[in-house]
């Protein structure tokens, strides 16, 4: 039995126009949020003092920075869940002089020192 071969059909000239059009409508909804004048969902920004403005040509002004030190504490809070000597070290190395790494230190020794059930 022969199989007749598979032969191309020309593709409608409507989803040639959409092939062509997908591209900007992706771009079109991807605009930046700032565009947008909106705060992504779960983002935080201070609020910028009064009567500052944009330098011109700038684009904008930044937002100041977030707390460095509250960004640690919520690292080791996500740590503790885990539990782990590994993750404990990671937090010293990341942050030895951190008063929170003498705790990770103690929280290590006491894994190692730990007799296994």
């Known amino acids: 039995m022969a199989i007749a071969p598979i032969r191309e ?14 591209p ?8 930046p949020s700032a565009a947008k004048d909106e705060t ?5 920004v ?3 003092p009064s009567g500052t403005k944009a330098p011109p040509g700038t684009g904008g002004i930044m937002a100041p920075p977030g ?3 509250e960004a640690i504490r919520s690292e080791f809070r ?9 993750a ?5 190395e990341r942050h030895p002089d951190h008063p ?16 296994p059930e």
């Open 46 to 48: 201070p609020p910028l």
């Open 40 to 44: 992504p969902q779960g983002t935080l």
């Open 67 to 69: 707390d460095a030190d």
């Open 78 to 86: 996500t740590i503790e869940k885990r539990g782990t000597r590994d």
């Open 9 to 22: 059909m020309p593709m409608p000239p409507i989803y040639r126009a959409s092939l062509l059009a997908a």
């Open 100 to 115: 929170l790494a003498q705790e990770a230190r103690r929280r290590t020794t006491e894994r190692t020192n730990r007799t």
């Open 24 to 31: 900007l409508i992706a771009c079109l909804g991807s605009a």
């Open 88 to 92: 404990y070290l990671l937090f010293i």
